[in-house]
C-alpha cells in the first residue's frame, strides 16, 4: 500500500499525481497499426512462426545493414544460442559486467561456463577494456559487453581485446537497437548481436529477440537450436512448397518466435526513428530540468557515437542529497510516479554470491552505481504533461 503512514499521517501531503493517474514505468507506446496487424493475424489462423516473422527478420536484417538476423523469444535465449554455437561450455569462462539484468549472467551459466565479472567505467557505466584485460585467464572464451542504457561501449578497445586473445565477442544490445559506434551499429561487432523486444525495450514485441550472426554456418546452426535442433526444413514444413519431413539433429531448445509477436514488431521497427527522437526531447528536457540538483545526470553521449537512449538514469549520493536513494523510490512512488532500477549490481545478488563467491568490492564502481541509480519514465508513451509530473516529483523531493 504505497503513501500509507507517513504520507495519510500528513494530511498535507498532495502527490504529484492520482493514484488512479500512476506513471507505470517504460509502459510501451502501442498504436492502431500494431492492433490491426495482429487482429490480422489472429484472422489468417497463421500464429505462430510464419510469414510476418520472416519479414521482421529481414526489416530488422536491413535496419542493422546485415545479411541475416535470426527472430527468437527472448534476448535470453538469443545469448544462449549464442554461446552455444560459439562453443561456449563447462570449463570456459566468460567476462560480463556487473551493470546488468540477471539474464546476461544467467545466459552464461545456461551454456555451462562461468561468468567473469569486469567492473564498469564510474562515468559510461558500460563495461572497462582495461578490467577486462585483467580479468583474461587461460579458460576465458568469450567476452560480453552490454551496451548499457543504450550507450555504446568502446567497441575499439573491446575489439582489440578479443583480437589480441583469440575471444568471441557477444554483444548484448537489449538496450541498444538504435546505437551506433564511430558510425557501425550495435550489434555488428561481434561474433553475435543479441536484442530483446521485452515490454519495456524500444522496440517490444512483448516477449522477442533477434540474433544477428557473421557467419552462415553459425547462422544455420543458431536456426536449428532454436527449434527443437530439427534440421532447417522444419521452418518450412508446413508451408505450400509440398510436405516435408523433419529430421532432429541435435538437441535444441524451444526460443522460436511467433507472427503475433512479429505482428507488432513490424510497426514498432517501423516508428523506431520516431519513438528515439521523442526520447531525445525527453532526455534534454530532463538534463535541463535537473541540471542544479544536488544529482549526477547521464554523460553526454561520447563523441562519434549514437546513444540509443533507452534508459535516463539519475545517481543520488545520500551525502551530497540529503536522502538515500532508497528513501527517494519510496519518495516517488508515493508521488504516483513510476521509477525503475538498472541495476543492483550482479555481485550483491545472494545466488552468485553463494555459487561464485562475489562479494560487492569485486566491482566497487558498479556496486556503487546500483545503490545510487534511479531510472526515471523515458519512453515515447511519456507525455509532456507527464515529463511535467516527473520533474515537478524530482525537484519536490530533492529541491
Ligand atoms: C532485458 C534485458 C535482457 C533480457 O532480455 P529478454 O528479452 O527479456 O530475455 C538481457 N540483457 C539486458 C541488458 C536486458 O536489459
Not at 43 to 55: A, D, E, I
Not at 189 to 196: A, L
Not at 219 to 240: I, V
Amino acid at each position: 500500500m504505497e503513501g500509507e503512514g507517513a504520507a495519510d499521517a500528513d494530511s498535507s501531503f498532495e502527490p504529484i499525481r492520482t493514484k488512479e493517474d500512476f506513471l507505470v514505468y517504460g509502459a510501451p507506446l502501442i498504436e492502431e497499426a500494431e492492433v490491426a496487424e495482429i487482429v490480422d493475424s489472429v484472422r489468417s489462423g497463421w500464429l505462430g512462426t510464419g510469414p510476418k516473422v520472416k519479414r521482421f527478420e529481414e526489416m530488422f536484417a536491413d535496419y542493422k545493414g546485415v545479411d541475416r538476423a535470426l527472430a527468437v523469444n527472448s534476448c535470453t535465449a538469443a545469448l544462449h544460442l549464442s554461446m552455444l554455437v560459439a562453443g561456449v561450455g563447462p570449463g570456459d569462462e566468460v567476462i560480463t559486467t556487473p551493470m546488468t539484468f540477471c539474464a546476461t549472467i544467467n545466459s552464461i551459466l545456461h551454456a555451462g561456463a562461468t561468468p567473469v565479472l569486469a567492473d564498469v567505467d564510474p562515468v559510461t557505466m558500460n563495461i572497462d577494456p582495461a578490467a577486462v584485460e585483467a580479468a583474461i585467464t587461460p579458460r576465458t572464451r568469450a567476452v560480453i559487453p552490454v551496451h548499457f542504457a543504450g550507450r555504446p561501449c568502446d567497441m575499439d578497445a573491446l575489439g582489440q581485446i578479443v583480437k589480441k586473445h583469440d575471444l568471441k565477442l557477444i554483444e548484448d544490445c537489449a538496450h541498444a537497437i538504435e546505437a551506433e559506434f564511430k558510425g557501425r551499429k550495435a550489434g555488428t561487432f561481434g561474433d553475435f548481436g543479441c536484442f530483446s523486444f521485452y515490454a519495456t525495450k524500444n522496440v517490444t514485441t512483448g516477449e522477442g529477440g533477434m540474433v544477428l550472426t557473421k557467419s552462415q554456418g553459425d547462422s544455420e546452426r543458431l536456426k536449428t537450436l532454436a527449434l527443437h535442433g530439427m534440421s532447417n526444413d522444419a521452418w518450412h514444413r508446413y508451408g505450400d512448397e509440398g510436405f516435408k519431413h523433419y529430421f532432429v539433429v541435435e538437441c535444441g531448445f524451444k526460443y522460436n518466435m511467433m507472427d503475433l509477436q512479429a505482428a507488432l514488431g513490424l510497426h514498432q521497427l517501423a516508428r523506431v526513428q520516431r519513438g528515439w527522437e521523442r526520447r531525445a526531447e525527453l532526455w534534454k528536457r530532463y538534463d535541463a530540468a535537473f541540471a542544479d540538483l544536488p544529482i549526477t545526470c547521464p554523460a553526454p553521449a561520447e563523441k562519434d557515437t549514437r546513444h540509443a537512449l533507452h534508459i535516463y538514469t539519475i545517481l543520488i549520493d545520500e551525502e551530497e542529497a540529503g536522502l538515500s536513494r532508497d528513501q527517494f523510490l519510496q519518495a516517488i512512488t508515493r508521488e504516483n510516479i513510476g521509477v525503475g532500477v538498472h541495476y543492483v549490481a550482479a555481485t550483491e545478488h545472494p545466488y552468485y554470491q553463494d555459487r561464485f563467491g562475489w562479494k560487492p568490492e569485486h566491482a566497487p564502481v558498479a556496486s556503487r552505481i546500483g545503490w545510487q541509480t534511479v531510472s526515471l519514465p523515458l519512453s515515447p508513451r511519456v507525455s509532456d504533461h507527464d515529463a511535467g509530473c516527473v520533474i515537478a516529483a524530482v525537484r519536490k523531493i530533492l529541491g
